[in-house]
């Protein structure tokens, strides 16, 4: 066993680094639905293969013809005349022993028609060049049963993800430049003992350049309080003092020449950082005051009965903060004193993440559900997190389809500049018309790429007209379009491919945040946009 984990600590090594051990676990545990094995659908399913996700199934009732073979790498001229799903499925399970592969040679019509409820069992399902009737039907499956649905296209040099999920909790959003939490505002008694064991004036010159900076900025807050009525620095002239007279603490030699200590340099370099107010953000005070936290039932997912009891934590013994996250930066400082630092916040986020876990064990117990249903693991991490929480919810493509709930505003105001992303959207929108008038996209053959231009700029004022929008498409768009064809340019699959796979691998290990809810990649520019739609 300890073999087998060792080469798989190898084999994923940057990645675990990346999401841990519990990440890559529930990449193991997910089983992904991928809907046609198209260029762009290969291309995810083959970045989502190497990282190690547990099981994929390709639906797709196609037959592999001579064009697919052109642009699709997971496809070869042997595979010609045989089942698309298939095929695919042989050549992606080559790239990882570890992932199982399934295929099932039907159109996804056909399962909707005969068996919708074979897509409830899919940790979630992603579909590949879809036409918009199939997508609507096999969304508003996905929505009731609380599938995610990733929805991906490439039309030429345009591509599209539409993300449909109505609840995602985030739990490990890594934010970048996350502040510390430090609570030098706010120190907690032993943290408070701590900063009183140290006497900065009494010192060696060793153990005063050994110091951490976060006990040194602690003594000269506490001193400038004193002196200032207990109200910290705030404005750039304070802090700007406040750093002074951290300066003027550094050791002096016999010639009364300061001595080069470092650590003094990181505690005047971290004055701004050390000194931000411990306080909720805003977004954690919105999910507070959410529905799902206050209204707790037997129904009610792990997520939101942590987050209550870390509410309930926060009114109680966090009088108003969050409990503590338990780490500190890296600095300066002798060994011992840093793990005795750390040994301080770590005691105190372990104390504080057992108060919560008592709040959630009343939680469970008074909607009848067993107390280990949520493991003391669980609650640690969350605590730690609790800064950082997200939720995503998205709307149903039901409500971004209908002309009563369309979002007109975002439209509107995202086409005051004519060339902006959105006029790819409702360029895809119109070509989805195009299909469902005449079973085909406009200009797949050369010499029909002429004739559907006027039979595409109906397709596409009918759109503009229906939802009541007041904007203009220039026919430059209307001509690129026929002249894509519906083509699938291999350069713009992979680049689709990279991207929707790092998002499916966000709702598959709920860490880092995924887009909500559209996004539109144009090759031609190399830029991309995100809407919400």
Same mark, same amino acid.
């Given at each position: ?291 799902? =936290? ?8 792990? @997520?939101?009965? %942590? #987050? &209550? !009891? /870390?509410?309930? $934590? ?99 105001? =995202? ?8 006029? @790819?959207?409702? %360029? #895809? &929108? !119109? /070509?989805?018309? $195009? ?99």
């Amino acid at each position: 066993m300890a073999a087998i984990k060792g080469s798989k600590e190898q084999k994923y090594d940057r990645q675990l680094r990346l999401w841990g051990d519990h990440g890559q676990e529930a990449l193991e545990n997910a089983h992904v639905c991928l809907i046609n094995a198209t260029a762009t659908g290969t291309e995810i399913l083959k970045n989502l293969v190497l990282p190690g996700i547990g099981a994929f199934t390709i639906v797709d009732g196609h037959t592999v013809a001579g064009e697919d073979v052109g642009n699709n790498f997971f496809l070869s001229s042997n595979s010609i005349g045989k089942n698309r799903a298939q095929a695919a499925t042989e050549l992606l399970q080559e790239l990882n022993s570890d992932v199982s592969g399934n295929f099932v040679e039907e159109s996804p019509d056909k399962l909707l028609d005969n068996d919708p409820e074979f897509f409830h069992r899919f940790t979630i399902v992603i579909g590949v060049q879809l036409p918009e009737s199939t997508c609507l039907r096999l969304g508003s499956v996905l929505w009731s049963a609380s599938v995610p649905f990733l929805v991906c296209k490439t039309y030429g040099l345009i591509g599209y993800m539409r993300l449909v999920v109505q609840e995602h909790t985030v739990i490990e959003s890594h934010p970048d430049n996350a502040l510390e939490d430090l609570r030098l505002d706010q120190p907690f008694d032993e943290f408070k003992n701590h900063i009183n064991s140290y006497d900065l004036t009494s010192m060696e010159k060793k153990d005063h350049s050994h110091t951490p900076w976060i006990i040194i900025v602690a003594k000269y807050l506490d001193r400038w309080l004193s002196e200032h009525d207990c109200q910290p620095p705030k404005n750039y002239k304070e802090k700007e003092t406040f750093r002074q007279m951290i300066r003027e603490g550094i050791m002096k030699n016999e010639n009364g020449v300061p001595e080069d200590e470092e650590n003094f340099d990181e505690a005047i370099k971290n004055v701004n950082t050390a000194l931000n107010p411990t306080k909720i953000s805003r977004a954690i005070e919105e999910l507070f005051s959410s529905g799902q =936290c206050n209204n707790i039932t037997a129904q009610s997912s792990s @997520f939101w009965v %942590m #987050l &209550r !009891a /870390v509410k309930e $934590f926060v009114h109680n013994e966090g009088n108003g903060s969050l409990p503590v996250r338990g780490t500190i930066p890296d600095m300066i400082a002798d060994s011992q004193k840093f793990i005795n630092l750390q040994n301080v916040y770590r005691e105190k986020a372990l104390q504080d993440a057992a108060a919560v876990s008592k709040h959630v064990e009343s939680l469970l117990q008074s909607v009848g559900k067993p107390v280990e249903s949520i493991s003391e693991k669980d609650i640690k991490l969350f605590c730690k997190n609790a800064a950082f929480l997200r939720v995503v919810c998205c709307r149903s493509l039901a409500e971004e389809y209908h002309v009563d709930s369309v979002n007109k505003d975002e439209i509107t105001s =995202c086409m005051d500049s004519p060339d902006s992303e959105m006029v @790819f959207y409702l %360029m #895809l &929108r !119109a /070509v989805d018309r $195009f299909y469902q008038l005449h079973s085909r996209y406009p200009g797949v053959y050369n010499y029909q790429v002429e004739e559907d231009i006027s039979k595409l700029k109906l397709c596409v004022n009918s759109l503009l007209q229906e939802y009541n929008l007041n904007v203009n498409i220039k026919d430059d768009y209307i001509h690129e379009f026929c002249r894509y064809g519906a083509a699938e340019p291999h350069t713009v699959s992979a680049f689709l491919g990279g991207s929707a796979a790092q998002e499916a691998i966000k709702i598959i290990s709920h860490q880092f945040v995924p887009f909500n809810n559209t996004f539109i990649y144009n090759a031609m520019s190399q830029t991309s946009a995100t809407f919400q739609l």
